[in-house]
């Protein structure tokens, strides 16, 4: 652990301004770069870096590039809040100077850097060990090129689309994984460091289980971890500042309220989102949390209306398409969160962590498989990963065009390897799974793309890789077993909170798309999604999305997340295009 930070620090870098820290725009070029026209803030032989934050370590042998929120365990919790982004990157250049890639087991936070090696001629790109910041890559020609957004990279790469990758985002409303839509672009994968030009990749950090304490009773297991989110959570905390905290009132995010405001000794501020009297809400559970904790609370109305109308704007924001309702609101609560805090904390992270319910479909399905084994067991948990998703996996042959179709159906999954790991115990599969691509590749991007876009810091304490290592050290039993779920992490907080919200059940943000596509915006979706010159056209059945945007036969209820995720699709294409 990187402790006593502030020593580490020696001033050999550029300042950048906060803006940029909080909104990366950087890109550079790596290769042959002599040419290339622009205004660098930074450049040599092999290299060239634009609009970046950078540090030079003191040899002056190592340049680091990028984005870095490092946080420090030293007993004060205060030294973190002395430094600066671009002293996050002084800190990281000495660090490598001194021990190289290990280094990178000692730090703990945010980062999506470039390490430039002038001796050598090599890029070193690295990205923390969940994945918390991005970091995107051209695959081809003889100058590479780097930047955290997705977009950036446009100018410098074909409209080629991926067609595996257009599947996956169907089946999951994400795109998981190193490839991204566009088949010349890849993102680096987390806890991975890449070397270029050798193409060389080194994974420091990854989901590894090892189950410890299989004696010992659900109590001790609590008491572990309560005991590392009591000294975590204080090291997110701002220095004399006020903090904020998404509250849905879920067992997740009030954990994270109930220890931040037990811990922090200025304003809390929480925030809660409905859509609407008509609509079922959960502001019972987050404002009984938010007086029990005495924060400072905020309930923001979002109306389907204004849920449609700000779609394209939160779209234009992330770097991938991601087809969750929750997008819009996520926006939104981080603008009103900019109005009184520079730093807001969330629960994410506990159902991929502690075993939330939406496992539960996955082991019923692997009892019944056990009984009615089939010749392919791996495509039998494979098949039935992808549908527990809920979104359009059983559409597939009849939603795409038949010879797109005909190229992805058989094209491995990148869920694949992890599903069939032997090492890990069937629960921690599941959960390896959710942290490495739905953590990765869905939450933590779009929660970091959202509230850095609004000019704040979003922080996710429960996928810190320190929460993610005790929780592979819990007996799966002691997570998710029968009805019960997430038992360890109801343990470690029983105390803080009441019970009614240790033990109500997970019902999930109710975002009422169903009843926006069925009653509001119908015209608007059919004029997006069914125009001949939709960019999805090429590629999707329209006249099975005039069906669902018909309702014809919605038996599951499921229309609604189905159409949300394809307008999501089509915004983001038509923005990238």
Known sequence: MLSNLKSWFQPHYQRGQPSQAVRPNWWLAVGQTDSL??????????????HASLAVSPSQRFVVIGDAYL???DGSHQSKQELTPADYLAVIAQAWEKQGVDCL??????FAI???DRHQQELWLIRDPVGAYQLYYTTEGPTRWVAPRLSTLNPFRSNDLDPVVLRDYLCCAFVPGAQTFWKQVRKLRPGTCLQLPAEKTKVYWQVTEAIQGTDQPLHWHGEQLRTVLDSLVQTYLPKNKPVGVYLSGGLDSSCITALVANYHHHPVHTYSIHFGSDLPNELEFSSLVATHCQTTHHILEITPKTLWQRLPEAIALLDEPIGDPLTVPNMMMAEAARQSVQVILNGEGGDPCFGGPKNQPMLLNRLYTEATATDDPLQDVLTA???SFKKCAIDLPHLLQPEVWQTVESAPSVFAADLQDEDKTYLNRLMSLNIKFK????????VNNLTRAAGIVGLSPLFDPRIVTLSMTVPPEYKLSG??????????????????????PKSGMLVPVKYGFRHLWQREAKALLLSRNAAIAPYLNQTLIRQWLNYEQDIWGRFGAKLWLL????????ANL
Request: no cysteine; hydrophobic share 45%; glycine share 6%.
């Open 37 to 50: 026209p622009g205004d660098f803030v930074w450049q040599e032989s092999g290299i060239a870096v634009s």
């Open 105 to 110: 087991k000692r730090l703990y936070g945010m």
């Open 385 to 387: 990963y992808l549908h």
């Open 439 to 446: 953590g990765t590749d869905h939450i933590l991007t779009k």
């Open 567 to 574: 307008s999501s699709l089509e915004l983001w294409l038509r």
């Open 483 to 504: 009805a019960e779920e997430k038992a360890v992490l109801k343990a470690a907080v029983a105390d803080l909170l009441p019970d009614r919200i240790i033990h109500r």
């Open 71 to 73: 946080t420090v365990d």
């Open 114 to 116: 470039a390490l430039w």
